[in-house]
């Protein structure tokens, strides 16, 4: 579905990413761990058209991929951007909408809105509320929906879990799950590596813009030196 090659990314004099190539299948979770700075979110901004690669090609179902964020969006990719980045002057109802903004099938919108709130029963509740009042983990359930909302194939998630409390990452990641299951596929990038490879399907390890490891997760969460650099005593023991 999404093949990433060899792509550079160059911030002034910095190369964030050094030729990193990945692929993702459709119907698939895959996790990109690593450290901060490791250059995860840039890829990510790089595929979603935030950020411009320098060398390299994307391609999406066969095709390169557009380099116009709404074009990318349109082609059915959608990016959930790290630090639950919200309308919050908006209600949880208008930022779910502007999810939708590039989309004109009505009918289908109302339907995928009762999805969103089948899902996320909380924003049914608050779907008046004025989103910047919501709790963090409230706000990550919205910027997750507003993305679904846009009806993509296949969804970025950059960090879902950042700044929640442990018993609202494992909602987040249930819901991930739930997503995954209503057909969607995922690229999870995740600085909890326990979490990451726990739902994931296939996953890649990034360290200073270069993939060091990659495999199936439930053979990575195995691993020593994945064990030893990301995941510590307490996730071994779980």
Known sequence: MLSVNNLSVYYGGIHALKGVSLSVEQGQIVSIIGSNGAGKSTLINSISGI???????????????????????????????????????????????????????????????????????????????VAGTLSGGEQQMLAMGRGLM???????????SLGLAPLLIN??????????NMGKTILLVEQNAFKALSVADYAYVLEQGVVTMEGKADTLIKNEKIQEAYLGKKEQAV
């Not at 939708?100 to 089948?118: G, S, T």
């Not at 846009?150 to 879902?160: K, V």
């Open 51 to 129: 950020v411009k690669y320098m060398e390299g090609e994307i391609l999406y179902k066969g095709e390169k991929l557009p380099r116009q964020a709404h074009k990318i969006v349109k082609s059915g990719i959608c990016q959930v951007p790290e630090g639950r980045i919200i309308f919050a002057n908006l209600t949880v109802i208008e930022n779910l909408l502007m999810g939708a903004f590039l989309r004109n099938d009505r009918d289908d919108i109302n339907k995928d809105l009762n999805r969103i709130f089948e899902l996320f029963p909380i924003l049914k509740e608050r779907e008046n509320q």
């Open 150 to 160: 846009s009806n993509p194939d296949l969804i970025l998630l950059d960090e879902p």
């Open 171 to 180: 909602t987040i990641f249930d819901i991930i799950i739930e997503i995954k």
